[in-house]
């Protein structure tokens, strides 16, 4: 039982707002609450920060910022939602799709102004299924760096944030679902109880639970798991226990370009501009222009699930602007070959096979797996190639929320005093992998957060004025 009956609980400390997990979602959350006055503890399972965000990619779209006008790129919400909505198939909740298009810009400008983040635009190729330049990054370029400067933002306003301190338990009253409470573990097994008067789940989705994997994602169970093991569904199971609705559990975010055996991510932007994936007979199985995570199911159907990224010096010289791929060639992940033969005789696949899947990309037309090489160069030698495998990154699938990032009972009625953001909440990738579009889990980690701050304040603000006029005490929402 993780729900427990908090009548008769009384709590040593009870705190306005409490959040759970502090990765883009719960330290953003905690930034807009600080801001808007209140106070607020963020509860981390690990010994420091890190969680999905710092094994991501660290990019952010988002719609008619300044650092888009800065390089020219013309942009709306408008047309975010459109380009969402395409990749899902129509299916992704279009209230969640407007409130996080029309939000990420201004929280992105918020996040620059209000806390020193600094933003750049990759406008250099698009990732697919975008019609404009969007990608936000930090300067690095890596999930790493992206939480290591909101833990900074973090520390600078004064945010607390509670190591090692897994939560296992809620408290809610039984006839109302409101959150009273939580019990945290230590390491050393010892609990505590902490009261709260809302609290915010940014824990992340079940991509770390192989068995909630396989009953609602099939097609990605036993795949290798590239997110953060601590993502055991909690946010789910806690739900389903409340009475609160789930949506779209079977979508996820898959990714076709890890290397293997290395573990690190190979920039999809390689295959964007002119690279190829061929399986162990040389032969390309798909067009790669399609999406990056519909491509991990694509490339796990291969012998031994398995692929190698084929592209050349051009396309290398592009992938070092990105950290990861840097540290790809540094582990000897990125093989050289300065012709053909060589190319063949370093990754052992068949000559002929592969000297057939080079040549198409000089084709200049659409190809039999509907992809268009018109619009790139055809690779030429020196070449360079990796050997992949595709990965579950994240689930996308979760709590039911409105645009307040309120969490939805099945009758679409918000919960108390529950709210939930990024992989918590069900995002707006619809109900399967291939909706997945080009960085959808921080859109919704990063704008769901702060509207889950900001409305938390605004829930415990407004008690704390009718505690006051009644002469009741602020600790407990009762």
Same mark, same amino acid.
């Given at each position: 039982?993780?729900?427990?009956?908090?009548?008769?609980?009384?709590?040593?400390?009870?705190l306005p707002i409490v959040i759970i997990g502090s990765g883009a979602c719960g330290l953003t959350a905690a930034l807009a609450a600080k801001d808007a006055g209140a106070e607020v503890l963020v509860l981390e399972r690990d010994p420091v920060p890190s969680g999905s965000t710092a094994l991501s990619s660290g990019l952010i779209p988002a719609a008619g910022t300044r650092f888009q006008t800065s390089v020219k790129v013309e942009d709306t919400p408008a047309?975010? $939602?459109?380009?969402?909505?395409?990749?899902?198939?129509? %299916? +992704?909740?279009?209230?969640?799709?407007?409130?996080?298009?029309?939000? &990420?810009g201004p929280c992105l400008e918020w996040l620059a102004d209000r806390h020193d983040l600094e933003w750049v635009v990759l406008d250099d190729f698009l990732y697919p299924g975008h019609s404009r330049y969007r990608m936000h990054a930090v300067p690095e370029k890596?999930?790493?760096?992206?939480?290591?400067?909101?833990?900074?933002? $973090?520390?600078?306003?004064?945010?607390?944030?509670?190591? %090692? +301190?897994?939560?296992?338990?809620?408290?809610?009253?039984?006839?109302? &679902?409101?959150?009273?409470g939580l019990q945290i573990t230590r390491p050393d097994g010892t609990k505590e109880d902490i009261g709260c008067e809302a609290l915010i789940l940014a824990c992340n989705g079940y991509g770390g639970n192989a068995e909630m994997i396989r009953k609602y994602i099939p097609e990605m169970a036993g795949a290798d798991y590239f997110g953060h093991t601590g993502n055991q569904g909690d946010a789910v199971i806690w739900g389903h226990e409340l009475g609160a609705a789930t949506h779209h559990l079977s979508a996820c975010q898959g990714?076709?370009?890890?290397?293997t055996p290395h573990g690190i991510l190979i920039t999809w932007a390689l295959?964007?501009?002119?690279?190829?994936?061929?399986?162990?007979?040389?032969?390309?199985?798909?067009n790669e222009h399609q999406g990056y995570s519909e491509q991990?199911?694509?490339?796990?159907?291969?012998?031994?699930?398995?692929?190698?990224?084929?592209?050349?010096?051009?396309?290398?010289?592009?992938?070092m602007a990105f950290e990861d791929y840097q540290n790809a060639v540094l582990q000897d992940a990125v093989r050289k070959a300065d012709s053909l033969e060589d190319l063949a005789a370093v990754t052992g696949l068949p000559l002929d096979a592969l000297g057939k899947s080079i040549a198409e990309t000089a084709g200049g037309s659409t190809d039999r797996f509907g992809r268009n090489f018109a619009a790139t160069k055809p690779l030429e030698p020196p070449y360079r190639a990796v050997k992949v495998t595709g990965t579950l990154f994240h689930t996308q699938g979760g709590l039911r929320i409105n645009d307040d990032a309120r969490v939805l009972h099945e009758d679409a009625s918000p919960l108390p005093n529950l709210f939930a953001g990024g992989g918590a909440a069900c995002g707006v990738s619809g109900p399967r992998i291939?909706?997945?579009?080009?960085?959808?889990?921080l859109l919704t980690a990063v704008t769901l957060g702060r509207i889950a701050g900001q409305r938390?304040?605004?829930?415990?603000?407004?008690?704390?004025?009718?505690?006051?006029?009644?002469?009741?005490r602020r600790s407990t929402l009762g």
């Open positions: 039982m993780t729900i427990l009956a908090s009548e008769g609980v009384s709590f040593p400390i009870t047309i975010f $939602a459109e380009d969402i909505q395409a990749k899902a198939g129509g %299916d +992704a909740e279009q209230a969640i799709v407007d409130c996080v298009t029309e939000n &990420a890596t999930g790493s760096a992206l939480i290591g400067r909101l833990i900074a933002a $973090a520390q600078t306003a004064g945010v607390d944030i509670m190591t %090692d +301190a897994l939560v296992t338990a809620l408290y809610a009253e039984s006839n109302t &679902a409101r959150i009273c990714h076709g370009s890890v290397a295959m964007m501009e002119g690279g190829i994936q061929v399986n162990l007979a040389g032969e390309r199985f798909s991990a199911v694509d490339v796990l159907k291969q012998p031994e699930g398995v692929a190698w990224n084929i592209f050349d010096e051009r396309l290398h010289y592009l992938g291939n909706g997945y579009l080009s960085g959808n889990g938390a304040a605004e829930l415990v603000a407004g008690h704390s004025l009718k505690l006051v006029m009644g002469g009741g």
